[in-house]
């Protein structure tokens, strides 16, 4: 059974960073993308970032420059780095986790196509 755990979230002032983790126990599949999408009140779930498992990373465009994804394989682990956070990234953060039958495949951004997710975590921005 696979299951995925976040930690790292929390209050955070505009401009501020934060770092979330999440860890996999159980083994999804040798090869599974990981990304992590949030899903902000009254809103649906949206891609945020993902990483394959050959270390090409994918992101939305309001994140790029700012987030950065980092998995390490080997502890089934993958990392979200928060730079400059603002009031459109307040939000609950999910990490997921799916074989999309390559390691070299781009994951897809479509939150239905992953099958494993964690719990989430809260992260709140304040101006």
């Known amino acids: 059974q696979v299951q995925l755990i976040e930690s790292g979230g929390g209050l955070v002032q505009a401009g501020g960073s934060l770092r979330l983790s999440c860890a996999q126990s159980?083994?999804?599949?040798?090869?599974?993308?990981m990304a992590w999408f949030r899903q902000a009140p009254g809103k649906e779930r949206e891609f945020v970032a993902a990483?394959?498992?050959?270390?090409?990373?994918y992101y939305q465009d309001s994140v790029k420059g700012r987030f950065t994804i980092t998995r390490d394989n080997a502890k089934n682990t993958a990392d979200l780095q928060m730079n400059n956070l603002n009031a459109d990234d307040a939000a609950v953060y999910y990490c997921?986790?799916?074989?999309?039958?390559?390691?070299?495949?781009?994951?897809?951004?479509?939150?239905?196509?992953?099958?494993?997710w964690g719990q989430g975590t809260q992260v709140t921005v304040s101006s």
């Open positions: 997921a986790a799916a074989w999309f039958g390559s390691w070299r495949v781009i994951p897809s951004r479509d939150p239905g196509s992953w099958r494993y």
């Open positions: 990483m394959n498992y050959a270390g090409s990373t």
């Open positions: 159980g083994r999804a599949s040798s090869g599974s993308a």
